[in-house]
């Protein structure tokens, strides 16, 4: 988070970056923070390409802001896996932050979900219906 705004970054191998930042602040406070990953389509192998995603960031429960991906990463190419708070390795986003970028307030739980399955927010699956139209 930086700027008081809730970020989400995704480098397709450092060529591409897929970016996403909320539209409202984040409190202050007690906060609930979420992002989700939903592959809409199938992967393209023969080019390198995973599937295509929206990722979408939440404040609270509300749909905060989303980013349509073209295509992710096929394989995983680092053994750094997820980081909450800090980036340990090579950064995500070299312009958006300096290695000394870290979270300095206080995470009481973190959730990891691999279920596949997507929470279901209808106020949402209505704003997407009525953006596509």
């Known amino acids: 988070m930086t700027d008081e705004k809730l970020h989400f970054v995704y480098s397709y191998l450092g060529r591409d970056v897929f970016a ?8 202050t406070g007690e906060v609930s923070l979420r992002y989700e990953f939903e592959p ?7 080019v390198g390409k995973g599937v295509p995603a929206r990722g979408e960031v939440y404040i ?5 802001g989303a980013v349509e991906m073209p295509h992710t990463v ?3 190419f680092s053994t750094e896996g997820l980081t909450c708070g800090y980036d340990g390795g090579s950064r995500v ?8 970028f870290r979270f300095t ?9 691999l ?11 209505l704003k997407i219906a009525m953006a596509r139209q």
């Open 60 to 64: 609270n429960q509300k749909l905060a």
């Open 40 to 46: 809409t389509g199938a992967p393209d192998f023969t």
């Open 115 to 125: 279920s596949g399955d997507l929470i279901q927010d209808s106020a949402n699956d």
């Open 74 to 76: 096929p394989v995983v």
């Open 20 to 27: 996403v930042a909320s539209d409202a602040s984040v409190p």
């Open 93 to 100: 986003a070299p312009d958006a932050y300096s290695d000394e």
């Open 105 to 113: 307030g206080i995470i009481k739980r973190v959730t990891l979900d």
